[in-house]
């Protein structure tokens, strides 16, 4: 995937804000369901002094659930991601789960910093996918242990992620469009503050651009509630009408420069959303991918490779799992 610099900015971002993992709307705490369910499967042979590497492990979903399949004789887990990283949830964890997780900023999958056969069982949930096949595969064969385990959760072209992603990322296009709706939201914003005063309302009047702006304005909140209506997932342009009224409100009583900023803000958030949108929609694998995947798995060296789909218990689709084995020595 292209821009790496950006990617690992926006990733950056996203983590410095807290989420456990970069699913917030389809799960409250970490993963649960069919997925926790694969997950725990994964973990419940592993020993304490055995090895876990997590691949773009993001704020650490998947280390913490390895701390509470394996309570009291956690396994000592490297897991590393290309961003900067925030597990803040590490601290209020008891001291042997603390002491046996290392979590590893700035670390590129295509070259792990890890001496050959090191771990026992290596794991991404919706990470591997994002990184560079040709070059991470092979580093990934070269650290496994003989006998060490591969477990994936890998998304799929077909799942409900991938297909709010597509509209998502449409969406969000459409709002950043030139002369689409936050430029004329921004447009907006110095001329209803200069409404606030009887001689900033005469000098408005005398201002064709102020009457322009405002029929602008007004036409994109009526294109926003069209879009909204016509949409699968309209959340985006919900926030957006959210955000906006708010906005405008908060006029009565900041500055039109101090909403301007928080607007700016907004933009960069949104610029940020729709590169994560982006990448999924890149990555997400359909049935010709996976098996593509699966035979460089098999030209490193791994063997007993099995992947099927995994929906959540209500039936929708997640993505794949991916499991398979280093040869013996
Ligand atoms: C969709 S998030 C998944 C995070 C986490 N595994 C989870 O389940 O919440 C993908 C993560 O992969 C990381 N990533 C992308 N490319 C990478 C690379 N080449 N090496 C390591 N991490 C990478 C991103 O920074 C991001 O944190």
Redesign the pocket.
């Known amino acids: 995937m292209s821009n790496l610099h950006g ?2 900015a926006a ?1 950056s971002r996203y ?1 410095r804000h807290g989420a ?4 917030p709307d389809d799960f409250d705490g970490n993963y649960a369901g069919t997925i926790r369910a694969f997950w725990l499967r994964q973990f419940q042979t592993l020993a304490s002094d055995q090895r876990v590497l997590d ?5 650490g ?2 280390p913490q659930l390895v701390c509470q399949a394996c309570t009291g004789a956690t396994p000592h887990v490297d897991a ?4 900067e ?1 925030s597990p803040d949830w590490i601290a209020s964890q008891p001291g042997a789960c603390r002491d046996s997780l290392h979590f590893h900023s700035g ?4 070259a792990l910093p890890f001496p050959d056969r090191s771990f026992d069982l290596a794991t ?4 591997i996918e ?3 096949a040709a070059r ?1 595969v092979p580093e990934l064969a070269r650290v496994l242990k003989p006998g060490g385990r591969v477990a994936l959760l890998l998304h799929h072209h077909d799942s409900r992620l991938a297909e709010v992603a597509r509209e998502e990322l449409r969406l969000a296009d459409w709002l950043l469009q030139e002369g689409g709706f936050l430029d004329c939201l921004e447009a907006i914003i110095p001329r209803v503050a200069q409404a606030a005063s009887a001689e900033g309302r005469e000098r408005l009047r005398a201002d064709p651009s102020a009457n322009r702006a405002r029929e602008d304005f007004n036409r994109a909140m009526q294109a926003l509630a069209t879009a909204a209506a016509a949409s699968p997932f309209p959340d985006l342009l919900e926030e957006a009408r959210a955000f906006s009224a708010q906005a405008l409100n908060a006029l009565q009583g900041e500055s039109a420069a101090d909403i301007l900023s928080r607007c700016h803000e907004y933009r960069e958030s949104l610029q940020d959303a729709r590169l994560r949108y982006a990448e ?1 929609c890149e990555c997400a694998m359909d049935e010709a991918t996976v098996a593509s995947f699966a035979r460089r798995l098999a030209d490193s060296g791994l063997v007993a490779i099995r992947y099927a789909p995994i929906s959540h218990d209500n039936g929708m689709l997640m993505g794949w799992t991916l499991v398979a084995s280093a040869a013996e020595a």
């Open positions: 990617r690992q990733w983590w456990l993992h970069s699913l691949i773009g492990t993001g704020n979903a998947l590393i991601d290309l961003a990283i670390v590129s999958a295509e991404s949930q919706y990470g994002y990184c560079d991470t999924l």
